[in-house]
């Protein structure tokens, strides 16, 4: 018999009137010792249930602790082995160059902590789902209200949900990182600091963009690799193309021998010839391959170097100071004085002959 049958046989059982008893009804002993005999006959039939439902339920939370601390220990020891491990890119040693310790740190970071969150997520949320299945709860109708719940939050958080996966590629293919300068559309500059959902990039006049990731269509790269420094030199098309190329060749050489830029320069400053040729002017093109994100530098210490050398060779540069007058000659003072003109004297032949004829008299 079950607890509520024995509370309720207890209940109907008839107690002695007031007319009979002369005092208000009280439950009597042998019934009390009816209902204590039924509710322990009830705890007997049930406890092994009970009990097979405790240590399941123990079972299932005890496995998924244990699973989930594994799980999570052996992501963070994945993570540990991609920071130590520096992989040279195009076979070359510029592996260990590019490799920006910040970037690392905080790109295994980010990997680390949604590969621990969708491990625990996907581990505690089927432990909780057998944990209701147990209780014999039917899950089918709390699977399909979940499923509409997350349509519903898909479509208000859209945006939201775009910018998080986006982030997420990002990072797993390591498109850009901390150092690095990147040009991204919307906007450029620096990356200080690589999120799931925002990126925060510096600016080259100081400010800090917040670009949404789910807004970045492409990006530039520009700290990747290597890069290429440029200058072009505008000279008087009457110079000599030998001398030219014979003094530019001896300011790389020079300068690719001092310091630092023997380690800014990855490859030989080479005059690539001339870009453009035209009636009073030509464009000589230099180029040389540079560190990542020191190409700027590259060319205003090329510049310098070369006017400084051009000078000293006597090789004018279009644009710069204009030549100097010679000395010896004697300037006429009246070479800016127009000549007079005849026309001036009324008593000259051509001012007479230009002058208005006189009409004829009428003879009287």
């Known amino acids: ?72 220990r052996a992501i963070t020891k994945l993570i540990d082995r991609m920071n130590r491990t520096v992989q040279a890119v195009d076979g070359t040693a510029l592996g260990g160059l590019l490799v920006n ?52 939050i898909g479509f208000g958080a859209r945006n939201l949900v775009t910018d998080f996966l986006s982030g997420v590629f990002m990072i797993l293919e390591d498109q850009y990182g901390v150092g690095d300068t990147i040009d991204a559309g919307v906007a450029s500059g620096e990356v200080i600091e690589v999120g799931l959902r925002v990126t925060k990039l510096r600016g080259d ?62 490859g030989p400053i080479e005059v690539l010839g001339l870009d453009s040729v035209l009636l009073d002017s030509m464009v000589v093109r230099v180029s040389a391959k540079t560190m990542p994100g ?26 710069g100071p204009a030549a100097a007058a010679d000395p010896e000659a004697d300037p006429d003072p009246t070479a800016a004085v127009a000549a007079p003109s005849v026309y001036s004297n009324t008593a000259s032949p051509q001012a007479e002959a230009a002058a208005p004829l006189a009409p004829p008299s009428v003879p009287k």
Request: charged share 20%; proline share 3%.
């Open 1 to 72: 018999m079950s607890l509520p049958a024995a509370l309720l046989a207890a209940t109907a059982t008839p107690s002695p009137s007031p007319s009979e008893s002369g005092a208000a009804t009280v439950p009597s002993l042998q019934d009390a010792q009816e209902g204590a005999t039924n509710a322990a006959s009830w705890v007997e039939q049930n406890w092994s249930t009970w009990l097979a439902i405790g240590l399941r339920v123990l079972l299932i939370l005890v496995i998924a602790a244990v699973l989930r601390v594994a799980v999570r």
């Open 101 to 152: 310790v910040e970037r690392r740190r905080q790109r295994s970071q980010a990997i680390g902590s949604v590969l621990r969150s969708v491990a625990s997520f996907l581990i505690m949320g089927t432990a909780a789902l057998m944990i209701l299945a147990t209780f014999e709860i039917n899950l089918a109708p709390l699977l399909a209200s979940a499923g509409v719940a997350g349509v519903a």
């Open 205 to 266: 006049n100081g400010e800090i963009w917040y670009v949404r990731n789910g807004e970045v269509k492409r990006i530039g790269n520009l700290s990747q690799g290597w890069a290429t420094a440029g200058v072009d030199v505008t000279l008087r098309a009457s110079e000599d193309l030998d001398k030219v190329k014979a003094t530019i060749d001896e300011v790389a050489e020079r300068m690719s021998k001092e310091e630092p830029w023997n380690e800014l320069l990855w």
């Open 294 to 319: 020191k190409a700027l530098t590259v060319e205003r210490e090329l510049r310098w170097r070369l006017k400084h050398a051009f000078d000293a060779a006597d090789i004018d540069i279009v644009g």
